[in-house]
């Protein structure tokens, strides 16, 4: 498992959303921005605190351009319940079995014991413009991903 880098192109998917719909990566390319974050699990503190930060700037995101993904490995019935409890206007993919985390190469955190929390910004055509990497600062994701959106809206 190698890390996905900034100048990688990010690994093609397709996976669940919340309401049981296909999402690929291959459908959402050449259209705009995509803001991919990876989070440990559904109903953790800091993973409610990253996933309502992004919900928070969903207009702003939305304005800059991007499109916003959240990916964990709990099931869909689990991001249905996660998503309306937080009134989550973006999808969360499930990654049964974690193998979109590890074909993009997001590391274990806290010691191995849980799963990474990283934010890639790819621009339209897959590209990592922007990857982020915090475990314990999951309101940093949202701010990291907003900047490199912004730039990517300025410098096109």
Do not use: N, W
């Not at 397709?14 to 699990?41: E, N, W």
């Not at 009134?87 to 979109?100: C, E, N, R």
């Not at 590209?127 to 940093?140: P, S, T």
């Amino acid at each position: 498992m190698s890390e996905l880098k900034v100048g990688d192109r990010a690994p093609s998917f397709t996976l669940q959303d919340q309401s049981g719909k296909s999402v690929s990566l291959d459908g959402m390319l050449g259209k705009r921005a995509i803001v991919i974050f990876f989070y440990p699990k559904d109903g953790t503190p800091g993973c409610t605190t990253e996933v309502c930060s992004f919900r928070d700037s969903s207009a702003e995101l939305a304005a800059a351009g991007a499109q916003v993904y959240g990916i964990s490995s709990d099931s869909v019935q689990s991001h249905r319940e996660f998503a309306e409890k937080h009134q989550l206007a973006y999808s969360l993919l499930a990654d049964d079995g974690g193998k979109v985390r590890q074909a993009f190469g997001v590391p274990r955190g806290l010691l191995g014991l849980l799963d990474g929390r990283v934010t890639y910004v790819l621009d339209a055509e897959g590209i990592v413009r922007h990857k982020f990497e915090a475990m314990l600062r999951a309101g940093k994701h949202v701010d990291e991903a907003l900047d490199t959106v912004r730039r990517l809206a300025t410098a096109s």
